[in-house]
């Protein structure tokens, strides 16, 4: 049986290969180096190693590509950037006053032909650069099944009314780029599902006729035999699922904390706090709902001074002769378990702090209030409209009072015009910005629209936008929630990856449109579950527009059933927002739209 697939393990091995000078890793480069990098690739190093990883590959500085106080090092210099003209300048600039004794030049993706001609003739003289390797890492893997491409507000960039087709087209080519290097990296060549219409389609096109063209080179990077499916989504599948208030700890956190590149700031704490797979309190509890996650914590701390207490017991017995072996045993036992019990009581001290503040924010601002609401509305349970003022009006901040509205709105099967201008208008009164809320608002309005001008030869200009926008995407916003939950919690985003890895028939999913970049262009794509075959036990879900940890833990639980068909699922995004960054994006469309 196939290894399941592990993108942190895969990119973390392309990385150290890389600091390696490209040699294999059983075959260790005895030489002193230095790593420069752009902003980009440091982000992209930054989840997977630290100082201490980069000093046993013998990196002893690691500088930014564009730092001016740079000054000459014999050494070797490693290359970790972008493949970007600035970049590009910068690099001829290095080689021409010999920065380094020898260059070894990485990019994160692919090369441009002009660009690469650019750098042979500005360095044509020089004999120091020893080699220049695509790596194919344009993404940031957070976890060892999350990941991120790091292009950031790509939901506004999509949905932007005055965006022009060429715009669009060089977006969706750019997010083909980032999978394509992300199935690089785990060198496999995947069935591809997608819901037909919007940029969900246009990225999965897009992506199978760059791995047409690729798996026809010489140089093929597809090595695996390993076919796992990879399923895209539009953020307006489910676009509460980005907005809701959630209680689960990893989801609090980012939506509390903001936590980025696994690191985030406690409040009047001195240094950054890391969150990822070294830390095995967060590895054990980082999916409980925040309640568990508070007795988890009480449970460790007892557990701790119980061990703390065996072991003062044991190195504090008599001190005559008969007892010197045994006392000097136990006292060897102490000393060894000292280092146990002091990464244990630092792993328990920093989750007491963040549970302390998340706590805190919690009782300030009655976030069990928002997320019992919400949930209720997600399970189509009609809340009254006076109680959802008292909501508005009462405890929260403007932000939290904002995503309140639009899970209403969105929870809507059809506008009351009166309720919505009421919620409105509590908004405004807690001088809360209302840009989204109501762009949401002429978003849903738009199907009317749209059916009204079906026949007519006047339109207005946003009529004219949303038919040239992606109709899926709208339709799919105005359906509001409906298709978020079923009754036993399961996202619509895990329900449709669930139904799309057993290959049955389904209504939910039978239209989605197929690509199998190994097969013949006449029989590679369809619209129906007829052309699969068999099911499949390893899925890549990505969203386009932006992802959330609470659709990553969903899809995580999903693969974690014992009687389910797909058994490991990486999920990754454009980015990975947090609530109000997604809420700061729908308010730059309303702005846009003149909403304000």
Known sequence: MALLLNLRLKQLECVFRMLNLNQPLDQNVECFKVLIYDDFCKDVIAPLIRVKDLRRQR???????????????????????????????????????????????????????????????????????????DQYLEFVTLEDNLFSLSQQSVYVQLNNPSATGRDIEEIIQKIANGLFDVLATLGVVPVIRCPVGGPAEMVASSLDRKLRCHLLSKNNLMSSFQRPLLCIFDRNFELSVGIQHDFRYRPLVHDLLGLKLNGLIIPGAQKKTFLDSSDPFWSANASLEFPQVAGEIEAQLNKYKKDVEEVNRRTSGGSSSTDLIGNTKHLMDAVNSLPELTDRKQVIDKHTNIATFLLGEIKERSLDVYTTKENAMMMRARINLSDLLSVLKTKGTKMDKVRFAIMYLLSLDALNQADVEAVELALREADADTSAFQYLKKIKSLNVSLAASANSSSRSNIVDWAEMLYDQSINAVTAGVKNLLTGDQQLAVARAVEALAEGKPNPETDSYLFLDPRASESGSSGSTSSHVKGSFTEAIVFMVGGGNYIEYSSLQELSQQHEGTVKNIIYGATEILNATQLVEQLSILGQKMGLS
């Not at 004794?101 to 120091?128: I, W, Y």
């Open 59 to 133: 990196v002893t500085l690691e500088l930014p590509i564009h730092d001016n106080e740079r000054k000459h090092v014999p050494t070797v210099a490693v290359y970790f950037v972008q493949p970007t003209e600035t970049n590009i300048q910068r690099i001829i600039a290095d080689v021409s006053i010999s920065l380094y004794d020898t260059f070894h030049l990485n990019f994160s993706s692919s090369v441009p032909r002009p660009l690469l001609e650019n750098l042979a003739s500005g360095t044509l003289h020089s004999g120091s650069i020893e080699s220049v390797h």
